[in-house]
T-cell receptor
Framework: GESVGLHLPTLSVQEGDNSIINCAYS??????FIWYKQESGKGPQFIID?????DKRQGQRVTVLLNKTVKHLSLQIAATQPGDSAVYFC????????????FGKGTHLIIQP | NAGVTQTPKFRVLKTGQSMTLLCAQD?????MYWYRQDPGMGLRLIHY???????AKGEVPDGYNVSRLKKQNFLLGLESAAPSQTSVYFC?????????????FGPGTRLLVL
C-alpha cells in the first residue's frame, strides 16, 4: 500500500462527476490488488479487485486500472453519488510471508451536491 | 446470515488490564484475520488463522495473542494493555487465502487504553 503522510488525502468531486482515486504500491512482488470502501464507523467493504495479469477490470460503476511498470493503481467511479462518500483504501498482496493484505493509508472522497 | 460480528463494540481499559476481543463468522470460512487501524492509517495485520486450531503472526503481533478453538470464532487477547494499543480493531474472514478469495470485515471494536 501507499506510504504517505499522516493526513488523509482528500478528493472532493461534484455529484454526477467521475472520481479517480490513485494509489501507489511499493512491493514489486505484489500480484493481487483490492479496493475497499470504508464508511464512517464501519468496517472496510470490498469494491473490486484485480490480479497482476490484468491491466483493467470493470465492475458496476467502478473501474480499476493497474500499471505494474510504475506500481500504480487507480479506482474510477462513474457518476459519483452521495453514497460514495467514504474513505477508499487500496490493498495489495504479495504472497510471501503472512497471508494478509497490506493496506494503503486511504483517500477520503467527499461528494459536493 | 450476520456475516462477521465483533464484540464488544467499544471498550475503555486502564494500562495493564487485560481483555479479549471476540470475532465470530457464520459463513463457514476457513481463514480469519485481525487487523488494527490507527487514525489516518490503513489497516495492519496483527495475527491470522488458516483454519481451526491454527494461528500465525502478521505484521504487528507484539502485545497480542490469539486463539482459534472453534472454526467460527477468532479471539484476540491483550494480556497487559498499553496506550499504544489504542486503536480500532477489525476482524475479517475469507473462504480461502488472500489471493483466492475476498476478505469480509466486521464492524470493528474501538479500544481506548488510558
Amino acid at each position: 500500500g501507499e506510504s504517505v503522510g499522516l493526513h488523509l488525502p482528500t478528493l472532493s468531486v461534484q455529484e454526477g462527476d467521475n472520481s479517480i482515486i490513485n494509489c501507489a504500491y511499493s512491493n514489486s512482488a505484489s500480484d493481487y490488488f483490492i479496493w475497499y470502501k470504508q464508511e464512517s464507523g464501519k468496517g472496510p467493504q470490498f469494491i473490486i479487485d484485480i490480479r497482476s495479469n490484468m491491466d483493467k477490470r470493470q465492475g458496476q460503476r467502478v473501474t480499476v486500472l493497474l500499471n505494474k511498470t510504475v506500481k500504480h493503481l487507480s479506482l474510477q467511479i462513474a457518476a459519483t453519488q452521495p453514497g460514495d462518500s467514504a474513505v477508499y483504501f487500496c490493498a495489495d498482496y504479495s504472497g510471501g510471508g503472512a497471508d494478509g493484505l497490506t493496506f494503503g493509508k486511504g483517500t477520503h472522497l467527499i461528494i459536493q451536491p | 446470515n450476520a456475516g462477521v460480528t465483533q464484540t464488544p463494540k467499544f471498550r475503555v481499559l486502564k494500562t495493564g488490564q487485560s481483555m479479549t476481543l471476540l470475532c465470530a463468522q457464520d459463513m463457514n470460512h476457513e481463514y480469519m484475520y485481525w487487523y488494527r487501524q490507527d487514525p489516518g492509517m490503513g489497516l495492519r495485520l496483527i495475527h491470522y488463522s488458516v483454519g481451526e486450531g491454527t494461528t500465525a503472526k502478521g505484521e504487528v503481533p507484539d502485545g497480542y495473542n490469539v486463539s482459534r478453538l472453534k472454526k467460527q470464532n477468532f479471539l484476540l487477547g491483550l494480556e497487559s494493555a498499553a496506550p499504544s494499543q489504542t486503536s480500532v480493531y477489525f476482524c475479517a474472514s475469507s473462504s480461502a487465502g488472500t489471493y483466492q478469495e475476498t476478505q469480509y470485515f466486521g464492524p470493528g471494536t474501538r479500544l481506548l487504553v488510558l
